[in-house]
């Protein structure tokens, strides 16, 4: 396969390039314009596009085992590809817990089967979970301090950071929903939700679990981090490469304004924030390792009940929504290269993704970076964003994964990913 006119980022900088794709992996980069005009079976002309790596999504809820009525690895795979992902992890708080090797391993057959881009999965960090087993195939663990869907909190102290051990000596990145479970009031109401998660329980959480990490010696990844104080302690505690975070589009993009407006459907964990605190994300991009979708998506009927769940979907529109942040100048072009794939490539240790380069996996989202985006457009099996009403800039042309075109105007369900594992998978660390 053949990407000729590429204005392409390469890692010495945006050049006008072709690009041959062969067995899954970039194989030639020419910044002479004829050399490979002819070269490949299949030839994309993507004059007057962007070309980045494909986008790596560590922070997905496939939903599949066990809730297929709200989304399942194919159509979760469709919407990844629409928004130009082309590698995503599950998460684990799935109905059973993906906490044992078997459960694992149910989950990536399913994958296997049915996603169209690469995938992989996290296991459930909680008593009784097979972590070092597990480690041999999951990418990452993740750990639950403050309650959210599924039952996989752990509250206690000592647990957590005997789970936090097991992690470290199996080699695994320690993932967490950092919140302080004892701040947090329940409440149904969305406004009444928000407020019963304050912006405090996050920090505490944060703190406490770097904390534990030091302790424990464990490296540690924040999730979905909503406030520029939260980040800051990331940063100073990560100064070694220990500790890192990511943020969400939608606490990028929504705040309590929009909570107003979208009611349940602005409903997740951690809640919205004030425009001062979105504002304060915003400026602390620079600290941050990844943005991440949280893509949890629930259906209509769900979302208008009088118990409306937690959660919102993302996946669909993952690069307009970081492309609209470099539109406002918040992030140059190098940061959205950062934030979308090279961030999560370093840390999850995909060292052949996140970047266009000779021997580098064949993942690449092809960019209309300036179209406006179709919010009405959805794969999600949800048929709804929590963006409606805002203005995003981009349009995902094609999106490669693992050299084969899974999107191309629409997902090409033919395609298959491919499992990733994280370098040194099950080696110990102790």
């Not at 690009?19 to 030839?43: F, H, N, W, Y």
């Not at 307009?320 to 090279?342: C, F, G, K, N, Q």
């Not at 994964?401 to 033919?414: C, F, I, K, N, S």
Request: proline letters at 5%; glycine letters at 10%.
């Amino acid at each position: 396969m053949l990407l000729k006119n590429c204005k392409a980022l390469l890692p010495e900088g945006l050049m006008d390039c072709s690009i041959l794709l062969s067995d899954g992996k970039i194989t030639d980069i020419s910044v002479t314009p004829s050399r490979m005009d002819a070269v490949g079976e299949q030839v994309f002309d993507v004059a007057g596009k962007l070309v980045l790596p494909g986008a790596i999504d560590p922070h997905v809820h496939v939903r599949e085992p066990g809730a297929t009525q709200k989304e399942d690895w194919r159509t979760a795979s469709m919407a990844a590809a629409h928004g130009g992902v082309t590698t995503m992890l599950d998460m684990p708080n799935n109905s059973p817990p993906t906490a044992t090797v078997s459960a694992l391993r149910e989950k990536l057959k399913l994958a296997h089967d049915k996603s169209i881009i690469n995938y992989g999965a996290h296991i459930a960090l909680m008593p009784g979970a097979e972590i070092a087993q597990g480690a041999q195939v999951a990418c990452s663990g993740k750990l639950y301090l403050a309650s959210t869907t599924g039952n996989l909190l752990v509250d206690k102290d000592a647990i957590q950071k005997q789970l936090m051990t097991e992690a470290r000596r199996a080699g695994l990145l320690v993932c967490v929903h950092a919140e302080d479970e004892s701040m947090n009031t329940p409440a149904q109401e969305p406004m009444a939700h928000a407020a019963g998660r304050p912006a405090a329980s996050e920090l505490s959480g944060v703190r406490r679990a770097v904390a534990m990490a030091k302790s424990c010696k464990a490296q540690l990844h924040c999730c979905h981090l909503t406030t520029a104080g939260s980040v800051s302690l990331v940063a100073a505690a990560g100064e070694m490469g220990a500790v890192t975070c990511e943020a969400t589009p939608h606490h990028l993009h929504l705040d309590l304004s929009d909570l107003e407006r979208l009611g349940p459907y602005g409903k997740m964990n951690p809640p919205l924030r004030s425009k001062q605190e979105r504002e304060g994300l915003l400026g602390s991009l620079g600290k941050v390792t990844c943005i991440a979708t949280d893509h949890a998506p629930h259906m209509h009927d769900e979302k208008q009940s009088d118990g409306a769940p937690s959660g919102v979907p993302g996946l669909d529109h993952y690069f307009p929504a970081v492309l609209a942040l470099m539109h406002r100048d918040v992030i140059s072009l190098d940061d959205v290269w950062r934030l979308t794939s090279a961030g999560a490539a370093l840390r999850w240790g995909f060292f052949d993704k996140g970047v266009l380069a000779v021997g580098a996996d064949a993942d690449i989202a092809v960019l209309e970076p300036k179209q406006e985006t179709d919010l009405g457009e959805l794969y999600t099996k949800c048929g709804w964003t929590p963006m409606v009403g805002k203005q995003l800039h981009g349009r995902v042309a094609v999106t490669i994964a693992g050299g084969t075109v899974a999107y191309d105007g629409e997902p090409d369900t033919r395609c298959r990913g491919r499992q990733v594992l994280r370098e040194g998978a099950g080696e110990e660390n102790d």
